[in-house]
């Protein structure tokens, strides 16, 4: 017989013979277990609750709707085509609603000085 079966089946028996001597420390383990699996079963379940929570608060792209595909899919082209803009010509400025206030009076004029130096 190979050594490996041998030991095995000795170590089974072994195993049932201190389970059965010991039982009454097996269930003291158990219940010492038991609170730290409903501690980390709790936190757990907690975290997806809350995961679940967030998710649901976030606006959804619904792309089965041709109309919503469509326009998410032309606001991504007019994205790349600024993307583009800029990658080819970096010197050009950023296109913005406003330009903050008093940031008129600080930018250099065509000679590279600032007004008033």
């Given at each position: 017989?190979?050594?490996?079966?041998?030991?095995?089946?000795?170590?089974?028996?072994?195993?049932?013979?201190?389970?059965?001597?010991?039982?009454?420390?097996?269930?003291?383990?158990?219940?010492?277990?038991?609170?730290?699996?409903?501690?980390?079963?709790?936190?757990?379940?907690?975290?997806?609750?809350?995961?679940?929570?967030?998710?649901?608060?976030?606006?959804?792209?619904?792309?089965?709707?041709?109309?919503?595909?469509?326009?998410?899919k032309a606001e991504a082209k007019a994205y790349q085509a600024e993307l583009n803009e800029m990658?080819?010509?970096?010197?050009?400025?950023?296109?913005?609603?406003?330009?903050?206030?008093?940031r008129a009076e600080e930018s250099p004029d065509q000679t590279g000085e600032r007004p008033g130096?």
């Amino acid at each position: 017989m190979p050594v490996l079966l041998i030991v095995g089946l000795a170590a089974l028996v072994l195993g049932l013979v201190l389970f059965f001597v010991w039982f009454s420390h097996i269930l003291a383990l158990i219940q010492a277990l038991l609170p730290l699996a409903f501690i980390v079963g709790g936190a757990v379940a907690a975290y997806l609750g809350w995961e679940e929570m967030r998710e649901r608060g976030r606006p959804k792209m619904d792309f089965s709707n041709p109309d919503e595909a469509s326009r998410y899919k032309a606001e991504a082209k007019a994205y790349q085509a600024e993307l583009n803009e800029m990658k080819t010509d970096p010197q050009a400025p950023a296109e913005t609603a406003e330009e903050p206030a008093g940031r008129a009076e600080e930018s250099p004029d065509q000679t590279g000085e600032r007004p008033g130096q």
